[in-house]
């Protein structure tokens, strides 16, 4: 599932289908673009999309291409997925543009990709929660599928009937990790990359979910809210049998690979969520609205493993989120909605990344 505070980028899920839709947008000349003050981390910014929604860009095992979900325009439509050259060319769609897709990844050493969708339960792009019960995010009936990326050989991984999505793939490449309702609750599973040897790796009421593998594969991380209280318990509850959740407290967790030795890494308040290792596999990059847990302010922060060493990466005034390294830890992907054509876009941006 996708994040999407403010603007509310859309939730996603599809299939397979490389053919670069009518009116998707020319390859655009490169952009730089400076970094904010306090941006030190960040060198040599390039926006790498322009208009629309776009977000949750993943680098290949080569680090040559990113897989990324795209609404092309920021009020209509449904969310897709697209591959993208890292120097910003070679936009081209990867799924067939029917339902909603999200939480793209590739594998198979950049031959296959998979991703989630809502396609088998309905073609058509899912409605928009009701927002009378505050802010919650709609748990769509996605299930995971893979496909080549000209969309042929497309398979069905997973046929619970709820919520499979955001899965992550091994170093090793033999096990992706997902979150589904397969049992009752917003939990993370384990499963071989065609689909066999589903295993649960978390076990406590709340939602589970984002979660990456350290880079040495050992370890994982993600973001998690576990009710403290029975009301809250019961308002999770509810809200699940409805399809529901309420995203607006996260906080980082790590634990084994197996999901053995879980503990807490931040304690922040507020949304804290897209998790990913730095290179090192030392520290966390996140995004977070903690300062103003009310506002619509996310930036990008680093933390090491042990929650001490806070440190702000990001210094735009709105929107940053879902930071990834290159494989070589050379680049920084993220989304962002710095630099708009028109209000609540938002676009991805890569950059050199200084240690």
């Not at 053919?19 to 003050?37: D, S, W, Y």
């Not at 609750?185 to 071989?192: F, G, Q, S």
């Amino acid at each position: 599932m996708r994040l999407r505070f403010v603007p509310l980028l859309a939730l996603a899920a599809a299939c397979g289908g490389g053919r670069t839709p009518a009116g998707a947008p020319a390859p655009a000349p490169k952009v730089m673009r400076e970094p904010l003050p306090g941006e030190r981390h960040l060198r040599n910014i390039q926006q790498l999309t322009f208009g629309g929604n776009n977000a949750e860009a993943y680098f290949s095992r080569s680090g040559k291409q990113l897989i990324f979900q795209r609404q092309e325009q920021v009020d209509a439509g449904c969310d897709q997925q697209y591959v993208i050259n890292v120097d910003g060319t070679g936009m081209r769609r990867v799924s067939n543009g029917e339902g909603r897709t999200t939480c793209g990844y590739f594998y198979a050493n950049d031959t296959r990709i998979v991703y989630a969708s809502t396609l088998r339960h309905d073609t058509a792009c899912p409605a928009p929660p009701d927002r009378s019960k505050g802010y919650v995010w709609p748990l769509n009936r996605l299930e995971l599928y893979t496909s080549r990326l000209d969309g042929s050989d497309f398979r069905q991984l997973t046929r619970t009937g709820g919520y499979n999505a955001e899965a992550t793939l091994s170093p090793d490449g033999k096990r992706l990790i997902f979150t589904s309702t397969r049992d009752g609750d917003l939990e993370l599973y384990t499963m071989n990359v065609d689909g066999s040897d589903v295993r649960r790796i978390t076990r406590r009421l709340g939602y589970d979910g984002g979660a990456f593998f350290s880079p040495d594969g050992t370890r994982i991380v993600w973001r998690a809210w576990y009710p403290q209280t029975a009301r809250d318990s019961a308002d999770y509850l509810d809200l699940l049998r409805q399809e529901l959740v309420r995203p607006s407290r996260m906080e980082l967790w790590v634990a084994n690979a197996d999901g053995s030795g879980a503990r807490q890494v931040t304690n922040l308040g507020g949304a804290n969520f897209a998790p990913f290792f730095t290179p090192d596999g030392r520290r966390i990059i996140f995004s977070s609205n903690h300062q103003n847990p009310r506002g619509r302010n996310f930036d990008l922060f680093l933390v090491n493993v042990d929650g001490t060493g806070l440190e702000q990466v990001t210094f735009d005034g709105d929107f940053d989120g879902f930071p990834m390294f290159s494989p070589d830890g050379r680049k920084l992907v993220w989304a962002s909605n710095r630099h708009p054509e028109k209000p609540g876009e938002t676009n991805l941006f890569i950059a050199d990344w200084v240690p």
